[in-house]
């Protein structure tokens, strides 16, 4: 690999192209958002990657230059080798004369890996792998890497750790509540167990003004249990339930509404294979919203990235019901972060070890 010269400067712009990453970061699914950085003689420019994963920001970056002189490119992860839906950015870095790249990491989509950084060699351009960290590519390189989507957690507690009141349905403020949609904003699929479905008949979309975005919905139904009032909910529509019903009358039914997914649930690594169903279908980033009984399965497989637990402070006693106090292990998760509101407190979680593909 080339020796680094002016690591400073160049140090600088990556970290502005890892910036510009958190720009579109949670809005170019199945896309990662990319930052991207010109540097050269006769001009400077920037770019990020639009809403819905295009165009690449290097596209975007290059396409209208003309003569470029002593080109240098900064990206937050390095340049796409492969036409998809949209054109190749290494074409595109070649065509306009770039020489050097500095990156902040690979990508490990396997269109990706490797081959960028072999074309580029043949074609005489520089690539340097800077190691950076940047949130937007490391997300994308977790399910790349491990094929399935990172898993972040959300749930809500009383102060005596019941996830549930006899009878209130929310029982957490409305900062907390804002908390929750910002929680659905930064994934691209939610998923939750019978129980919440039927008991909450819960809309699942992201309810922040100025952010339109669709999330998918995932829900685990194993018997198809749909209580009448939830085919009446169009929040729902479409959405993709894992079952393994064989009632052909409920299946129909079901059918009209949602996307069915057969699934042995009686299988070895069943948790593993409904996320791997999940990154299948083009999911990167879910959002497991409860109940308590479908997050302890995803914890009890170590598939759980990251725990938001809102605590409130309120004592439910003989009202609670389905506790939380066993599903946190603290040898498998550390705190990282405490936020405290008015009413509740947010507790963020960090898995030490969480499933990795081998
Ligand atoms: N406090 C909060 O933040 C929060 C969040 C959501 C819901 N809730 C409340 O909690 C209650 C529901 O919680 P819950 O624990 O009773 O039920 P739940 O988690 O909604 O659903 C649990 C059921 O879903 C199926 N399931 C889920 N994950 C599975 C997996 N990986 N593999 C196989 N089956 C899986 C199982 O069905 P089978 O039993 O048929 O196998 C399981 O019994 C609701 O009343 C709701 O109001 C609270």
Avoid at 142 to 160: E, Q, T
């Amino acid at each position: 690999m080339p020796k680094i010269k002016n690591k400073k400067k160049d140090t600088y712009f990556l970290k502005l192209s890892n910036k510009l990453s958190e720009i579109n970061q949670f809005l170019t699914y199945p896309n990662p958002c990319v930052g991207a950085v010109l540097v050269s003689k006769n001009k400077n420019r920037i770019a990020f990657t639009g809403k819905g994963g295009s165009p690449h920001a290097e596209y975007k970056l290059l396409k209208n230059e003309k003569n470029i002189q002593n080109g240098k490119l900064y990206t937050s992860l390095e340049p796409c080798s492969h036409r998809g839906k949209n054109p190749s950015c290494v074409e595109i870095i070649i065509k306009k004369r770039i020489n050097t790249i500095f990156t902040s990491c690979r990508d490990f989509d396997k269109r990706v890996f490797e081959n960028t950084e072999k074309i580029l060699k043949n074609k005489g351009v520089k690539i340097y792998y800077y190691n950076k960290i940047c949130e937007a590519s490391s997300n994308h390189n977790f399910s790349c890497k491990n094929r399935i989507p990172y898993v972040s957690a959300k749930i809500a507690i009383s102060n005596d750790n019941y996830t549930k009141h006899k009878f209130k349905r929310l029982f957490t403020s409305n900062e907390a509540l804002k908390f929750a949609h910002l929680k659905r904003y930064q994934a691209d699929s939610i998923l939750i167990g019978k129980n919440t479905l039927n008991d909450d008949n819960p809309k699942l979309n992201c309810r922040i003004n100025g952010i339109e975005k669709n999330i998918c919905k995932f829900l685990i139904n194993p018997n198809l249990d749909i209580k009448s009032y939830i085919f009446k909910n169009n929040f729902l529509t479409n959405s993709y339930i894992f079952h393994e019903s064989k009632d052909l009358k409920k299946i129909k039914k079901a059918n009209k509404n949602f996307r069915l997914i057969y699934f042995k649930f009686n299988q070895l690594h069943a948790s593993l294979k409904i996320l791997k169903k999940i990154y299948e279908l083009g999911y990167k980033k879910l959002l497991i919203e409860g109940g308590a009984n479908t997050l302890q399965r995803f914890m009890d497989a170590n598939l759980v990235n990251e725990l938001n637990i809102v605590k409130n402070k309120q004592y439910f006693n003989k009202h609670g019901l389905k506790s939380l106090s066993k599903i946190i292990k603290p040898k498998k998760m550390s705190l990282i972060e405490t936020i405290l509101l008015e009413d509740d407190s947010i507790l963020i979680y960090k898995a030490k070890n969480v499933y990795r593909y081998n």
